[in-house]
């Protein structure tokens, strides 16, 4: 027994066994922390068969991270649980100079596996162009799920217009657009994408794996370790130490605060990259004794810190599509202060209900932010921590696995 399922302008012939199963084939550069627990849900979903194809092993293999200033590997397991190849084993920003990225590899793997949607996660590096490329030959729905925005920095009439311009022609060629938010929608909706053409895959952390760590939390575990006394109010920045997220910002901003309500501020640099020594020189004389850098931490070692802390603040100048941190730290119910960059604020924080959102570069802004944010986890810290977990919870791991399934079996013909 066969049945016809269209796919563009094809009708395919697929077997009895195929029939109720979709073929998703997910193209991204390398294995993402966050993004692997979603292709190992996916690869659990009995109506859908998943491979994923890897552009790179950098991560898995381990390599040097310009961004943390030291060499990388991630220890939380990043290829269990389902189907998955790589295309090339050189660094992410290399991924297109040798033949085996290329368009007709691509082309060739792609063929063999005849997938019935493909799954890319951005438009650049050219790696993802050259997958819809070779999607369009082949006839493969494309669904795109990715980090856009046009919220994360100001750009030049020329640069929009270009931009635009080729994103538009690339969106053509697009069979369903996943949207990880609003700003994302607002992106696709601006460049002319009908609204039926876009779902919602909400952007998600590994919500498992933090909320397992969140279920098995100590309080004033950290505390003790860094030495910072129970009652202060300890202020968190969870990333690189890099230019982008603009920690000396915060840094400024809590010199300027020695307390809160009587209660000593303390900040914790939780990370590492090429602007910490500056940092920890400023920091002698901006708030000495109150701020301390515990460096890079794996993310299983994380929820400790998290745990201890009182609210999460990410003051970001451009670039910050999301922000995930932020998933992390709302998910053990900490409020979270963002500069109006970060990706995930219309999303996330609502202003004295979970967090504030302040202007970009603005110390004094962001000064009121931390005041009014530790004043309102004084006054009702078991409602701001519930606040925080509730609004968070839609951003699941399940909920994104969810989404995805339905829409590569619409556009595979089959019924979600």
């Given at each position: 027994?066969?049945?016809?399922?269209k796919?563009?302008?094809?009708?395919?012939?697929?077997t009895?066994?195929?029939a109720?199963?979709?073929?998703?084939?997910v193209?991204?550069?390398?294995?993402?922390?966050y993004?692997?627990?979603?292709?190992?849900?996916?690869?659990?979903?009995?109506?859908?068969?998943?491979h994923?194809?890897f552009?790179?092993?950098c991560?898995?293999?381990?390599h040097?991270?310009?961004?943390?200033?030291?060499?990388?590997?991630?220890?939380?397991?990043?290829l269990?649980?389902?189907?998955h190849?790589?295309?090339?084993?050189?660094?992410?920003?290399?991924l297109?100079?040798?033949?085996?990225?290329?368009?007709?590899s691509?082309?060739?793997r792609?063929?063999?596996l005849?997938p019935?949607?493909?799954?890319?996660?951005?438009y650049?590096p050219?790696l993802?162009?050259h997958v819809?490329?070779?999607?369009r030959?082949?006839?493969i729905?494309?669904?795109?799920?990715a980090?856009?925005?046009?919220?994360?920095?100001?750009r030049s009439v020329v640069h929009?217009g270009?931009?635009?311009?080729l994103?538009?022609?690339?969106?053509s060629r697009?069979?369903?657009?996943?949207?990880?938010?609003k700003n994302?929608?607002a992106?696709?909706?601006?460049?002319?994408?009908?609204?039926?053409?876009?779902?919602?895959?909400?952007?998600?952390?590994?919500t498992?794996?933090?909320?397992?760590?969140?279920?098995r939390?100590?309080?004033?575990?950290f505390?003790r370790?860094?030495g910072?006394?129970?009652?202060a109010i300890?202020?968190l920045?969870?990333g690189?130490?890099?230019p982008?997220k603009?920690?000396?910002?915060?840094?400024a901003a809590?010199?300027q605060?020695?307390a809160?309500?009587?209660r000593?501020?303390h900040?914790?640099?939780?990370?590492?990259?090429?602007?910490?020594?500056t940092?920890?020189?400023?920091?002698?004389?901006?708030?000495?004794?109150r701020?301390?850098?515990?460096?890079?931490?794996?993310q299983?070692a994380?929820?400790?810190?998290y745990?201890?802390a009182?609210?999460?603040?990410l003051?970001?100048i451009?670039?910050?599509t999301?922000?995930?941190?932020?998933?992390?730290?709302?998910?053990?119910?900490l409020p979270?202060?963002?500069?109006d960059?970060v990706?995930c604020?219309?999303?996330?924080?609502?202003?004295?209900v979970?967090g504030?959102?302040f202007a970009h570069?603005?110390?004094g802004?962001?000064?009121?932010?931390?005041?009014k944010?530790?004043?309102?986890?004084?006054?009702?810290?078991?409602?701001?921590?519930?606040r925080?977990?509730?609004k968070?919870?839609?951003?699941?791991?399940?909920?994104?696995?969810k989404?995805?399934?339905?829409?590569?079996?619409?556009?595979?013909?089959?019924?979600?």
């Amino acid at each position: 027994m066969t049945v016809d399922v269209k796919r563009g302008s094809q009708r395919l012939a697929l077997t009895a066994g195929d029939a109720v199963r979709a073929r998703l084939a997910v193209v991204t550069t390398h294995p993402i922390q966050y993004q692997c627990p979603v292709w190992r849900g996916l690869a659990a979903v009995p109506e859908l068969a998943t491979h994923v194809l890897f552009g790179s092993d950098c991560s898995v293999r381990g390599h040097f991270d310009h961004g943390f200033g030291q060499r990388l590997k991630w220890t939380v397991p990043l290829l269990d649980g389902y189907s998955h190849e790589f295309l090339g084993h050189g660094s992410v920003n290399r991924l297109m100079v040798g033949p085996i990225c290329g368009r007709q590899s691509l082309f060739s793997r792609l063929r063999t596996l005849n997938p019935t949607a493909c799954l890319i996660n951005g438009y650049s590096p050219p790696l993802y162009p050259h997958v819809v490329a070779a999607c369009r030959s082949l006839g493969i729905p494309i669904l795109l799920r990715a980090e856009t925005t046009d919220a994360d920095r100001d750009r030049s009439v020329v640069h929009r217009g270009v931009r635009d311009a080729l994103l538009r022609v690339l969106y053509s060629r697009v069979s369903r657009f996943l949207a990880i938010g609003k700003n994302s929608r607002a992106h696709f909706l601006r460049l002319g994408v009908p609204p039926a053409r876009i779902s919602d895959a909400l952007y998600c952390v590994d919500t498992d794996l933090f909320e397992s760590q969140y279920q098995r939390r100590h309080e004033g575990v950290f505390r003790r370790e860094v030495g910072i006394p129970e009652a202060a109010i300890l202020v968190l920045f969870s990333g690189k130490l890099i230019p982008k997220k603009d920690p000396q910002a915060l840094l400024a901003a809590v010199g300027q605060m020695a307390a809160i309500g009587g209660r000593a501020v303390h900040l914790v640099f939780l990370g590492d990259g090429p602007l910490r020594a500056t940092l920890s020189d400023e920091a002698q004389s901006v708030a000495p004794g109150r701020v301390h850098f515990v460096g890079f931490r794996q993310q299983e070692a994380i929820g400790e810190v998290y745990t201890d802390a009182d609210m999460l603040v990410l003051p970001s100048i451009f670039s910050e599509t999301w922000g995930l941190v932020v998933n992390e730290a709302m998910q053990f119910g900490l409020p979270c202060i963002v500069s109006d960059r970060v990706g995930c604020a219309p999303d996330l924080v609502v202003s004295g209900v979970t967090g504030q959102v302040f202007a970009h570069g603005d110390v004094g802004s962001l000064t009121s932010c931390l005041r009014k944010t530790g004043a309102m986890v004084m006054e009702d810290p078991r409602g701001v921590h519930a606040r925080c977990r509730q609004k968070v919870a839609a951003y699941s791991t399940a909920a994104a696995v969810k989404a995805i399934t339905a829409a590569a079996a619409e556009e595979s013909g089959l019924q979600p």
